[in-house]
Nanobody, 123 residues
Framework: QVQLVESGGGLVQAGDSLRLSCAPS????????MGWFRQAPGKGREFVAT????????YYAGSVKGRFTISRDKAKNTVYLQMNSLKPEDTALYYC????????????????WGQGTQVTVSS
């Protein structure tokens, strides 16, 4: 069974940094465009960032651009999300997912989701 496993979440203060990791089990995801999404309490899941499979071109939501950086290490089969200057509004459950065609910004374009890792930012 294919699984994506996120890690690196935690409780931090505003202004701090965290680095999330996403590693698959069961197969390699080096041939996939990979994305990060998040879901805050009481809200829908929203796009955060994507990194393409071939050129590693990156795309970001406006709310995180300039603060978050998505990257991938193909040798380690791992995708990262470096989050700097964290704000309380970044508090959410963060998911990674593998893109399966369509818009990079749409949840429906992604298959193979992880269970998420919680990020909580206190003010």
């Amino acid at each position: 069974q294919v699984q994506l496993v996120e890690s690196g979440g935690g409780l931090v203060q505003a202004g701090d940094s965290l680095r999330l990791s996403c590693a698959p089990s069961g197969r390699t995801f080096s041939s996939y465009t990979m994305g990060w999404f998040r879901q805050a309490p009481g809200k829908g899941r929203e796009f955060v960032a994507t990194i393409t499979r071939s050129t590693s071109t990156t795309y970001y939501a406006g709310s995180v651009k300039g603060r978050f950086t998505i990257s991938r290490d193909k040798a380690k089969n791992t995708v990262y999300l470096q989050m700097n200057s964290l704000k309380p509004e970044d508090t959410a459950l963060y998911y990674c997912a593998a893109h399966n065609g369509g818009s990079y910004y749409a949840i429906s374009s992604y298959t193979y989701w992880g269970q998420g890792t919680q990020v909580t930012v206190s003010s």
